[in-house]
């Protein structure tokens, strides 16, 4: 394949994600914003505020234009490097189709660069995080995605090796497995940040949190499906593989 | 899709062919570069770090970013 399909696939991947981020807004808007909202009215009775006086951006515009922008770009900037993700995953995974592929490569980036990480940091609503540790928290927070995107490259090579021995199935479970214990072991040893201020509510938290993780699932999910579609008409144009699925289903007939 | 799998088309290589990394590796590392510098700006600007003076940044992307799970503040 030649530089050609990369740069149509590229495109494509950034098309998808936007697609994907107009779908988020609207989760956000919905269900992401309403725990915000709570959380900022705690904040300022709290006097935990930003520390500055004048808002310079209003409440009314960080919950629309705002959010619409940081979704939105990035969808479109996650979707690129999406697509450029599949473009070296594709035929070296297993013997999976374009849209398996695609499928496949979004849910690998939502576990390894999303669920795994927010399972030892997750999100935080306004009000909860000390100001003065923003530092170490944001190099935990890449420490622990760059950590765990290793940890899944090497279960795919594990898995890899393994299948030509064992077969897929069991390699499968065995690098699923291995990656598992992998992810809890760094969990265990990379140093934990609780920082909830006291009297903030547990079940605020646990909305806020719950749609934050579903942000990401909801783009990814979005992003793997749409360009899913879109790179199977670009690669396997006139249909799926001879031999794929729908061809035995044909056969059937 | 029926119609083109009752007469089986010659096997299409081009989803089992790999991209060589030859191929790929100037895009990756150019729009993997850009795209990554898109995602700084909406996860990191005027938090930990700051490239530009002040919070416009940091307040316009407030809800955003706590959202998609960055350490904002």
């Known amino acids: 394949m030649d530089a050609a399909k990369v740069r149509a696939l590229l ?18 808007y919905v269900v992401g914003e309403p725990p915000v909202d ?3 009215g705690f904040e300022e009775a709290h006097g935990h505020g930003h520390g500055h006086g004048v808002e310079a951006v209003s409440r009314a515009v960080q919950s629309t234009a705002g959010l619409a922008t940081a979704v939105l770009a990035f969808g479109t900037a996650t979707g690129g490097i999406g697509a450029l993700v599949f473009c070296f995953a594709l035929g070296r995974i297993g013997r999976f189709g374009a849209r398996a592929t695609a499928a496949l490569t979004a849910f690998g980036v939502f576990v ?18 000390d100001p003065d540790t923003i530092g170490k928290r944001t190099a935990l927070f890449f420490l622990m995605i760059a950590l765990t995107v290793l ?33 809890a072991l760094a969990m ?17 938290l646990w909305q806020f949190r ?9 783009q990814w999910a979005a992003f793997g499906a749409v360009f899913g579609v879109l790179a199977e008409r670009l690669l396997e144009p006139g249909g799926r593989r001879a031999d794929g ?7 059937a007939r | 899709m029926a119609e083109s799998a009752i007469t089986p088309a010659p096997l299409p290589s081009a989803d089992l062919a790999k991209v060589p990394v030859r191929t790929l590796l100037p895009w990756a590392a150019f729009f993997g570069l850009l795209m990554l510098i898109v995602l700084y700006f909406v996860g990191a600007e005027q938090g930990a770090t700051s490239l530009i003076a002040g919070e416009n940044v940091h307040e316009w ?12 503040h």
Not at chain 1, 245 to 251: D, K, M
């Open chain 2, 61 to 72: 992307l407030h809800d955003g970013r706590h959202l998609l799970g960055f350490p904002c």
């Open chain 1, 188 to 204: 265990a040893f990379l140093p934990s940040m609780q920082e909830v201020p006291d009297g903030f509510p547990a079940a605020l």
């Open chain 1, 245 to 251: 699925p729908s061809a035995l289903r044909a056969a």
């Open chain 1, 11 to 28: 495109v494509r991947g950034m098309l998808a994600g936007a697609v994907a981020g107009l779908f988020v807004f609207v989760f956000a």
């Open chain 1, 210 to 218: 719950l749609a934050s993780i579903g942000v990401q699932a909801l």
């Open chain 1, 112 to 129: 390894t660069v999303h669920l795994v990480p927010f399972l030892k940091y997750p999100g935080n609503p306004p009000a909860v995080g």
């Open chain 1, 38 to 40: 709570a959380a900022v």
């Open chain 1, 151 to 183: 940890l899944g490259v090497l279960a795919v090579l594990l898995g890899r090796r393994l299948a030509a021995r064992w077969g897929n199935g069991n390699a499968t479970v065995t690098a699923t497995g291995a990656f598992v214990l992998a992810c």
